[in-house]
Each structure stands twice: as structure tokens, then as C-alpha cells.
T-cell receptor
Framework: AQSVTQLDSQVPVFEEAPVELRCNYS??????LFWYVQYPNQGLQLLLK??????LVKGINGFEAEFNKSQTSFHLRKPSVHISDTAEYFC??????????????FGKGTHLIIQP | ETGVTQSPTHLIKTRGQQVTLRCSSQSGHNTVSWYQQALGQGPQFIFQYYREEENGRGNFPPRFSGLQFPNYSSELNVNALELDDSALYLC?????????????FGPGTRLTVT
């Protein structure tokens, strides 16, 4: 069975500074990887996904992530954050059909706090 | 194109009662999944429905059940509510793109069990 570890429960960053949110996964098979963002009192919005091919994936709102198979990591980065990026970020993994009948396995989330 | 909608937004129930939560899929999506998100945790997969049949299930007891209707809307039913069932319940409708199901989440229903 797969699992996801988000190494930081909370990350404070100053506005316009770069940020990295860390995610490690464990799985015995090939995986599909996702990052979702959740704003207060809202559902989840897909930021980006890795399915295959290039290990550097670009998503919405200026975010990108790099898949590292040897380190089983999928860290999320943004070169310059804004106040509006304050939210909860979830890393998720899926084996097999990529979020089909086996669903997605989520990490516990990282709360990104942007300080002015 | 309308997104995924869920109702009600909030709900308060008493331990032992039963509850039904509703979800309308995004237009064109024929697969729906339900997730439970406890406070401070990531969502956990409950089950998925495809063409009105349960297609996959996470580690949840049988008192969690569901339905999917011909218009692809869905219900989540929970019987004999327990205090630990208090959570945000998220519905996600899926569009298969190649080998992957891209999941689009609704805003959730906040269930409080007292």
C-alpha cells in the first residue's frame, strides 16, 4: 500500500520569498503524483500532477514540482510567494489507474503561512 | 460548465442517527469518489462509484454506503453515527484523461456529530 509523508506541518515564509513544500511517498509500484491546494472553507483544487515523462512539472499559480524517483520525493516549489498563497497544501499519490478505483492517498497537509 | 456541488454545507447530527450527503458531478463526468477529511488531516478515500456501481473502497466500515444515480449525481449515507464521524466530507467527480482520473472536488459538507 502506498503512503505519503509531508515533512512540515507548517511553513512560514515572507512575501516574495521562495518556498519549498516537501513530500515523500512510498509505493512498491509506479505512481502518479499530485499536489492540491485547499483555501479556508473550500474544497481541493488541483495545482499540478506528475504522470510520466519530464520530472519537472509546472502547474497553476506559478507552482512547480520535481519528481525524484530515487529519493521517492515530489517537492513543491514557488520562486516568489504572495499573500494569496496562504492555504493548506496536500500531496497525493495514486497507483494503478491514477485516482480511479483505488482513490488517492493524501498526506496530512502543510499549512503555508505568508508573512508580510 | 458547472462544477461539483455538495449539499448541505453544514450539518449537525446526534450519535446513533443516520445522515445522507449529496453531490452533483461536474458535467460530463461519470465517476464520483467520496473522501472524509478529519480536522487537521488529509482526505481519506471512502469509495468510488462508476456507472451506478461501487468501483472501489477504502478502509471504511459498511455503515458508510453510497448511491450513484443515472444523471451521475451521488449520495453518501452514514448509519449509526459516531463522534469520530465528525469531519468534512468531500465529493470528487472524475474525468478520465488517458490512464489517469483527474478528480475535481466540491466544497464539502461539514458534519458535526454530538
Amino acid at each position: 500500500a502506498q503512503s505519503v509523508t509531508q515533512l512540515d506541518s507548517q511553513v512560514p515564509v515572507f512575501e516574495e520569498a521562495p518556498v519549498e513544500l516537501r513530500c515523500n511517498y512510498s509505493s512498491s509500484v509506479s505512481v502518479y503524483l499530485f499536489w492540491y491546494v485547499q483555501y479556508p472553507n473550500q474544497g481541493l483544487q488541483l495545482l499540478l500532477k506528475y504522470l510520466s515523462g519530464s520530472t519537472l512539472v509546472k502547474g497553476i499559480n506559478g507552482f512547480e514540482a520535481e519528481f525524484n524517483k530515487s529519493q521517492t520525493s515530489f517537492h513543491l516549489r514557488k520562486p516568489s510567494v504572495h499573500i494569496s498563497d496562504t492555504a493548506e497544501y496536500f500531496c497525493a499519490v495514486s497507483e494503478g489507474s491514477g485516482g480511479g478505483a483505488d482513490g488517492l492517498t493524501f498526506g496530512k497537509g502543510t499549512h503555508l503561512i505568508i508573512q508580510p | 460548465e458547472t462544477g461539483v456541488t455538495q449539499s448541505p454545507t453544514h450539518l449537525i447530527k446526534t450519535r446513533g442517527q443516520q445522515v445522507t450527503l449529496r453531490c452533483s458531478s461536474q458535467s460530463g463526468h461519470n465517476t464520483v469518489s467520496w473522501y472524509q477529511q478529519a480536522l487537521g488531516q488529509g482526505p481519506q478515500f471512502i469509495f468510488q462509484y462508476y456507472r451506478e456501481e461501487e468501483n472501489g473502497r477504502g478502509n471504511f466500515p459498511p455503515r458508510f454506503s453510497g448511491l450513484q444515480f443515472p444523471n451521475y449525481s451521488s449520495e453518501l449515507n452514514v448509519n449509526a453515527l459516531e463522534l469520530d464521524d465528525s469531519a468534512l466530507y468531500l465529493c470528487a467527480s472524475s474525468l478520465r484523461v488517458g490512464r489517469v482520473y483527474e478528480q475535481y472536488f466540491g466544497p464539502g459538507t461539514r458534519l458535526t456529530v454530538t
